[in-house]
Protein backbone atom coordinates (compact mmCIF):
# COMPACT_ATOMS: atom_id res chain seq x y z
CA UNK A 1 0.00 0.00 0.00
CA UNK A 2 1.60 3.24 -1.01
CA UNK A 3 0.86 6.45 1.97
CA UNK A 4 1.67 9.85 1.92
CA UNK A 5 3.57 11.52 4.77
CA UNK A 6 -0.41 12.75 5.87
CA UNK A 7 -1.41 8.95 5.95
CA UNK A 8 -3.41 9.57 2.54
CA UNK A 9 -3.55 5.97 0.72
CA UNK A 10 -2.31 6.70 -2.90
CA UNK A 11 -3.67 4.20 -5.67
CA UNK A 12 -4.83 6.65 -8.31
CA UNK A 13 -2.18 7.33 -11.46
CA UNK A 14 -3.46 9.79 -14.31
CA UNK A 15 -1.47 9.71 -17.16
CA UNK A 16 -1.61 12.34 -19.78
CA UNK A 17 -1.02 10.46 -22.99
CA UNK A 18 -0.24 13.47 -24.98
CA UNK A 19 -0.05 17.41 -24.81
CA UNK A 20 -2.04 18.07 -28.51
CA UNK A 21 -5.62 18.84 -28.16
CA UNK A 22 -7.77 19.50 -31.22
CA UNK A 23 -10.42 22.18 -29.24
CA UNK A 24 -9.07 25.62 -27.81
CA UNK A 25 -11.17 25.96 -25.11
CA UNK A 26 -10.97 29.44 -23.96
CA UNK A 27 -9.97 28.89 -19.90
CA UNK A 28 -7.49 26.10 -21.02
CA UNK A 29 -5.45 27.66 -23.91
CA UNK A 30 -5.08 30.34 -25.95
CA UNK A 31 -6.25 30.51 -29.79
CA UNK A 32 -2.54 29.67 -31.25
CA UNK A 33 -2.67 26.35 -28.84
CA UNK A 34 1.02 26.14 -26.43
CA UNK A 35 4.37 25.25 -27.54
CA UNK A 36 4.10 21.61 -27.94
CA UNK A 37 6.30 18.69 -25.82
CA UNK A 38 8.68 17.75 -28.84
CA UNK A 39 7.80 14.13 -30.07
CA UNK A 40 10.99 12.48 -28.69
CA UNK A 41 10.21 13.52 -25.45
CA UNK A 42 7.11 12.02 -25.01
CA UNK A 43 7.04 8.71 -23.05
CA UNK A 44 6.23 5.97 -25.70
CA UNK A 45 3.10 3.76 -24.91
CA UNK A 46 5.90 0.81 -23.98
CA UNK A 47 7.56 2.90 -21.70
CA UNK A 48 3.97 4.00 -19.81
CA UNK A 49 3.55 0.32 -19.71
CA UNK A 50 6.60 -0.16 -17.85
CA UNK A 51 5.80 2.12 -15.34
CA UNK A 52 2.20 1.50 -14.79
CA UNK A 53 3.34 -1.88 -14.00
CA UNK A 54 5.59 -1.12 -11.86
CA UNK A 55 3.58 1.45 -9.89
CA UNK A 56 0.80 -1.05 -9.90
CA UNK A 57 2.62 -3.93 -7.82
CA UNK A 58 3.06 -0.99 -5.46
CA UNK A 59 -0.08 -0.33 -4.83
CA UNK A 60 -1.61 2.16 -8.04
CA UNK A 61 -4.99 0.37 -8.87
CA UNK A 62 -6.77 3.11 -10.82
CA UNK A 63 -5.66 4.73 -13.91
CA UNK A 64 -7.29 7.47 -16.00
CA UNK A 65 -6.12 8.79 -19.54
CA UNK A 66 -6.32 11.61 -20.16
CA UNK A 67 -4.38 14.54 -22.08
CA UNK A 68 -4.52 17.11 -24.16
CA UNK A 69 -6.66 14.79 -26.35
CA UNK A 70 -6.00 10.95 -25.37
CA UNK A 71 -8.42 10.11 -28.44
CA UNK A 72 -5.97 11.91 -31.03
CA UNK A 73 -2.95 9.55 -30.43
CA UNK A 74 -1.99 7.49 -32.66
CA UNK A 75 -2.08 3.78 -31.28
CA UNK A 76 -4.42 4.93 -27.96
CA UNK A 77 -6.73 1.69 -28.54
CA UNK A 78 -4.05 -0.98 -28.67
CA UNK A 79 -2.81 0.86 -26.09
CA UNK A 80 -5.65 0.82 -23.77
CA UNK A 81 -6.18 -2.88 -24.31
CA UNK A 82 -2.67 -3.74 -23.38
CA UNK A 83 -3.33 -1.21 -19.87
CA UNK A 84 -6.21 -3.24 -19.15
CA UNK A 85 -4.52 -6.38 -19.25
CA UNK A 86 -2.56 -5.25 -15.93
CA UNK A 87 -3.89 -7.32 -13.45
CA UNK A 88 -3.65 -4.73 -10.83
CA UNK A 89 -5.17 -2.27 -12.27
CA UNK A 90 -9.08 -2.47 -11.29
CA UNK A 91 -10.30 0.75 -12.69
CA UNK A 92 -9.44 2.04 -15.95
CA UNK A 93 -11.17 5.17 -17.72
CA UNK A 94 -10.66 8.02 -20.18
CA UNK A 95 -11.85 11.68 -20.42
CA UNK A 96 -12.13 12.99 -23.63
CA UNK A 97 -13.50 16.18 -25.16
CA UNK A 98 -15.76 13.22 -27.22
CA UNK A 99 -15.02 14.46 -30.95
CA UNK A 100 -13.52 11.24 -32.04
CA UNK A 101 -15.72 9.41 -29.51
CA UNK A 102 -18.22 8.52 -32.09
CA UNK A 103 -15.72 6.34 -33.89
CA UNK A 104 -13.94 4.79 -31.12
CA UNK A 105 -16.51 4.64 -28.67
CA UNK A 106 -17.06 0.76 -29.52
CA UNK A 107 -13.37 0.16 -30.29
CA UNK A 108 -12.53 1.53 -26.48
CA UNK A 109 -15.16 -0.90 -24.96
CA UNK A 110 -13.51 -3.45 -26.65
CA UNK A 111 -10.02 -2.53 -25.57
CA UNK A 112 -11.33 -2.92 -22.22
CA UNK A 113 -12.22 0.54 -21.13
CA UNK A 114 -15.36 0.67 -18.60
CA UNK A 115 -16.52 4.21 -18.55
CA UNK A 116 -15.66 7.65 -19.72
CA UNK A 117 -16.25 11.02 -19.06
CA UNK A 118 -16.88 13.77 -21.31
CA UNK A 119 -16.28 17.41 -21.10
CA UNK A 120 -18.72 19.44 -22.20
CA UNK A 121 -19.48 22.86 -21.25
CA UNK A 122 -22.58 24.03 -22.87
CA UNK A 123 -25.63 22.79 -24.57
CA UNK A 124 -26.07 25.25 -26.36
CA UNK A 125 -24.20 24.69 -30.10
CA UNK A 126 -23.28 28.78 -30.37
CA UNK A 127 -21.37 28.86 -27.13
CA UNK A 128 -20.10 25.72 -27.61
CA UNK A 129 -18.06 26.99 -30.53
CA UNK A 130 -17.05 30.53 -28.51
CA UNK A 131 -15.72 28.60 -26.22
CA UNK A 132 -13.99 25.88 -27.85
CA UNK A 133 -12.80 27.89 -30.48
CA UNK A 134 -14.54 25.01 -32.91
CA UNK A 135 -17.58 23.80 -34.43
CA UNK A 136 -17.78 20.00 -33.36
CA UNK A 137 -20.78 20.34 -31.08
CA UNK A 138 -22.89 17.34 -33.06
CA UNK A 139 -19.93 15.63 -33.02
CA UNK A 140 -19.38 15.64 -29.09
CA UNK A 141 -22.94 14.74 -28.57
CA UNK A 142 -23.43 12.12 -31.03
CA UNK A 143 -20.11 10.83 -29.16
CA UNK A 144 -21.70 10.83 -26.02
CA UNK A 145 -24.80 9.19 -27.06
CA UNK A 146 -22.43 6.25 -28.82
CA UNK A 147 -20.47 5.81 -25.34
CA UNK A 148 -23.99 5.34 -23.63
CA UNK A 149 -25.40 2.95 -26.48
CA UNK A 150 -21.70 0.62 -26.61
CA UNK A 151 -22.33 0.93 -22.86
CA UNK A 152 -19.15 2.54 -21.46
CA UNK A 153 -20.68 2.73 -17.84
CA UNK A 154 -20.82 4.86 -16.22
CA UNK A 155 -21.04 8.03 -19.12
CA UNK A 156 -20.20 11.15 -17.32
CA UNK A 157 -20.55 15.07 -18.18
CA UNK A 158 -17.25 17.18 -16.83
CA UNK A 159 -19.05 20.80 -17.31
CA UNK A 160 -17.08 23.62 -15.82
CA UNK A 161 -19.02 26.23 -15.00
CA UNK A 162 -18.05 30.03 -15.53
CA UNK A 163 -19.70 32.78 -14.88
CA UNK A 164 -21.09 34.81 -17.71
CA UNK A 165 -19.58 32.35 -19.77
CA UNK A 166 -21.74 29.07 -19.71
CA UNK A 167 -24.57 29.56 -16.60
CA UNK A 168 -26.96 26.40 -17.77
CA UNK A 169 -26.60 24.15 -14.41
CA UNK A 170 -30.44 23.92 -14.84
CA UNK A 171 -30.04 22.44 -18.30
CA UNK A 172 -27.11 20.69 -17.41
CA UNK A 173 -28.91 18.93 -14.51
CA UNK A 174 -32.08 18.42 -16.53
CA UNK A 175 -29.96 16.01 -18.67
CA UNK A 176 -30.12 13.59 -15.74
CA UNK A 177 -34.38 13.25 -15.76
CA UNK A 178 -34.43 11.04 -19.09
CA UNK A 179 -31.10 10.11 -19.85
CA UNK A 180 -28.66 7.70 -17.50
CA UNK A 181 -25.97 10.45 -17.34
CA UNK A 182 -23.89 11.55 -15.02
CA UNK A 183 -23.37 15.17 -15.00
CA UNK A 184 -20.82 16.39 -12.96
CA UNK A 185 -20.36 19.92 -12.20
CA UNK A 186 -16.46 21.45 -11.47
CA UNK A 187 -15.75 24.87 -10.31
CA UNK A 188 -13.68 27.02 -12.48
CA UNK A 189 -9.96 26.51 -11.14
CA UNK A 190 -6.71 28.75 -11.53
CA UNK A 191 -4.69 26.77 -13.88
CA UNK A 192 -4.22 27.01 -17.45
CA UNK A 193 -3.12 29.39 -20.11
CA UNK A 194 -6.12 30.87 -21.44
CA UNK A 195 -8.01 33.70 -20.03
CA UNK A 196 -6.90 34.92 -17.02
CA UNK A 197 -8.89 33.00 -14.28
CA UNK A 198 -10.49 36.00 -11.70
CA UNK A 199 -11.97 34.68 -8.28
CA UNK A 200 -15.41 35.99 -9.03
CA UNK A 201 -16.13 33.98 -12.67
CA UNK A 202 -16.57 30.71 -10.34
CA UNK A 203 -19.91 29.58 -9.81
CA UNK A 204 -19.56 27.74 -6.37
CA UNK A 205 -20.64 24.38 -5.73
CA UNK A 206 -23.47 25.78 -3.09
CA UNK A 207 -24.17 28.37 -5.41
CA UNK A 208 -24.92 25.31 -8.06
CA UNK A 209 -26.47 23.15 -5.75
CA UNK A 210 -29.15 25.63 -4.43
CA UNK A 211 -29.86 25.94 -8.24
CA UNK A 212 -30.42 22.44 -8.87
CA UNK A 213 -32.99 21.93 -6.03
CA UNK A 214 -35.11 24.27 -7.27
CA UNK A 215 -35.53 21.65 -9.89
CA UNK A 216 -36.21 18.65 -7.51
CA UNK A 217 -35.35 16.88 -4.33
CA UNK A 218 -31.97 16.09 -4.39
CA UNK A 219 -30.99 12.93 -2.88
CA UNK A 220 -27.42 11.93 -1.90
CA UNK A 221 -25.79 8.95 -2.95
CA UNK A 222 -23.40 6.62 -0.57
CA UNK A 223 -20.03 7.12 -1.84
CA UNK A 224 -18.50 4.24 -3.99
CA UNK A 225 -15.56 2.49 -4.18
CA UNK A 226 -13.97 4.07 -6.70
CA UNK A 227 -15.56 7.71 -6.36
CA UNK A 228 -13.19 10.64 -6.52
CA UNK A 229 -14.16 13.61 -4.90
CA UNK A 230 -17.00 14.40 -6.44
CA UNK A 231 -20.73 14.35 -3.90
CA UNK A 232 -22.84 12.40 -5.47
CA UNK A 233 -26.85 13.27 -5.43
CA UNK A 234 -29.84 11.69 -7.69
CA UNK A 235 -32.60 14.05 -8.25
CA UNK A 236 -35.80 12.76 -7.17
CA UNK A 237 -37.05 10.63 -9.70
CA UNK A 238 -34.35 10.81 -12.50
CA UNK A 239 -32.72 7.92 -13.51
CA UNK A 240 -29.40 9.74 -14.47
CA UNK A 241 -27.00 11.54 -11.11
CA UNK A 242 -25.58 14.84 -10.41
CA UNK A 243 -21.63 15.24 -9.25
CA UNK A 244 -20.58 18.37 -7.75
CA UNK A 245 -16.81 18.50 -7.22
CA UNK A 246 -15.83 21.71 -5.16
CA UNK A 247 -12.40 22.15 -6.40
CA UNK A 248 -11.81 25.77 -5.36
CA UNK A 249 -14.52 26.45 -2.70
CA UNK A 250 -14.12 23.26 -0.26
CA UNK A 251 -10.60 22.09 -1.42
CA UNK A 252 -10.89 17.71 -0.84
CA UNK A 253 -7.11 17.88 -0.39
CA UNK A 254 -7.25 15.40 2.85
CA UNK A 255 -9.09 12.59 0.74
CA UNK A 256 -6.57 12.73 -2.16
CA UNK A 257 -5.39 9.54 -3.81
CA UNK A 258 -3.46 10.62 -6.74
CA UNK A 259 -0.62 10.85 -8.74
CA UNK A 260 -0.13 12.28 -12.11
CA UNK A 261 2.20 11.43 -14.76
CA UNK A 262 2.94 13.91 -17.39
CA UNK A 263 3.57 13.29 -21.57
CA UNK A 264 7.04 13.04 -20.67
CA UNK A 265 7.43 11.68 -18.06
CA UNK A 266 7.07 13.38 -15.12
CA UNK A 267 5.26 12.78 -11.58
CA UNK A 268 3.53 15.19 -10.64
CA UNK A 269 2.49 15.46 -6.90
CA UNK A 270 -0.67 17.60 -6.59
CA UNK A 271 -2.32 19.74 -10.07
CA UNK A 272 -1.15 22.61 -8.23
CA UNK A 273 2.23 22.20 -7.24
CA UNK A 274 5.32 22.72 -10.02
CA UNK A 275 7.13 19.71 -8.25
CA UNK A 276 7.62 17.50 -10.73
CA UNK A 277 9.79 13.66 -10.27
CA UNK A 278 11.31 12.61 -13.36
CA UNK A 279 10.73 8.90 -14.42
CA UNK A 280 11.69 8.92 -18.13
CA UNK A 281 15.15 9.67 -16.88
CA UNK A 282 15.42 6.35 -15.43
CA UNK A 283 13.50 5.00 -18.53
CA UNK A 284 15.82 6.05 -21.07
CA UNK A 285 19.43 5.97 -18.68
CA UNK A 286 19.20 2.41 -18.40
CA UNK A 287 17.30 2.25 -14.93
CA UNK A 288 16.06 -0.74 -13.35
CA UNK A 289 12.36 -1.46 -11.93
CA UNK A 290 13.64 -0.59 -8.49
CA UNK A 291 15.09 2.40 -9.74
CA UNK A 292 11.39 3.38 -11.38
CA UNK A 293 9.95 2.08 -7.78
CA UNK A 294 12.55 4.46 -5.72
CA UNK A 295 11.00 7.59 -7.90
CA UNK A 296 7.63 6.84 -7.08
CA UNK A 297 8.59 6.78 -3.16
CA UNK A 298 10.17 10.25 -3.41
CA UNK A 299 7.25 11.70 -5.27
CA UNK A 300 5.30 9.84 -2.40
CA UNK A 301 7.15 11.68 0.09
CA UNK A 302 7.13 14.81 -1.75
CA UNK A 303 2.84 15.33 -1.74
CA UNK A 304 1.94 18.17 -0.62
CA UNK A 305 -0.82 18.10 2.32
CA UNK A 306 -3.22 20.88 0.18
CA UNK A 307 -2.85 23.22 -2.86
CA UNK A 308 -3.07 26.65 -1.50
CA UNK A 309 -5.98 27.97 -4.17
CA UNK A 310 -7.25 31.16 -2.09
CA UNK A 311 -4.19 31.72 0.02
CA UNK A 312 -1.41 34.11 -0.18
CA UNK A 313 0.53 30.94 -0.74
CA UNK A 314 -1.06 30.38 -4.23
CA UNK A 315 0.96 30.79 -7.32
CA UNK A 316 -0.56 29.70 -10.28
CA UNK A 317 1.78 26.10 -11.91
CA UNK A 318 3.63 27.06 -14.64
CA UNK A 319 2.97 23.84 -16.79
CA UNK A 320 -0.75 24.42 -19.06
CA UNK A 321 -3.69 21.59 -18.09
CA UNK A 322 -3.31 20.63 -21.26
CA UNK A 323 0.70 19.17 -20.39
CA UNK A 324 -0.44 18.25 -17.07
CA UNK A 325 -3.95 15.81 -17.80
CA UNK A 326 -6.84 17.85 -16.28
N1 LIG B 1 -9.21 16.73 -23.71
C1 LIG B 1 -9.76 16.02 -22.61
C2 LIG B 1 -11.07 16.66 -22.20
O1 LIG B 1 -11.50 17.62 -22.81
O2 LIG B 1 -11.68 16.14 -21.28
C3 LIG B 1 -8.86 15.90 -21.39
C4 LIG B 1 -8.03 17.05 -20.98
S1 LIG B 1 -8.91 18.46 -20.35
C5 LIG B 1 -7.58 19.49 -19.84
C6 LIG B 1 -9.55 17.77 -18.85
C7 LIG B 1 -10.55 18.59 -18.12
O3 LIG B 1 -9.91 19.70 -17.54
C8 LIG B 1 -11.70 19.12 -18.96
O4 LIG B 1 -12.91 18.68 -18.38
C9 LIG B 1 -11.58 20.62 -18.81
O5 LIG B 1 -12.82 21.24 -18.79
C10 LIG B 1 -10.89 20.71 -17.48
N2 LIG B 1 -10.26 22.01 -17.24
C11 LIG B 1 -9.34 22.66 -18.00
N3 LIG B 1 -9.04 23.85 -17.44
C12 LIG B 1 -9.78 23.96 -16.29
C13 LIG B 1 -9.93 24.95 -15.28
N4 LIG B 1 -9.25 26.08 -15.31
N5 LIG B 1 -10.80 24.71 -14.27
C14 LIG B 1 -11.51 23.55 -14.21
N6 LIG B 1 -11.40 22.58 -15.13
C15 LIG B 1 -10.57 22.78 -16.16
Known amino acids: MLLDPYKRKINYLR ?62 IDFISRLSQIEEIKDLSLTTNGILLK ?7 RAGLKRINVSLDSLIKERFCRITRRDE ?5 NGMEEALRVGLFPTKINMVAIKGLNDEIESFARLT ?3 PLTVRFIEYMPSGNGEEWKESDILTIPQIKS ?16 DGPAKRFRIEGAIGEIGLIGAVSSHFCGDCNRLR ?35 LLVALRAKPERHHINTHLFKKCQRNMSAIGG
Open 15 to 76: ISVTDKCNLRCRYCMPEEGIPLISHGAILTYEEILRIVRVFAAEGISKVRLTGGEPLVRKGI
Open 103 to 109: EYAQDLK
Open 137 to 141: YGRVW
Open 177 to 179: LHL
Open 211 to 226: RIENIGKLIPIPPAQW
Open 261 to 295: LTPDGKIRTCLFSDEEIDVREILRKGGSDQNLKER
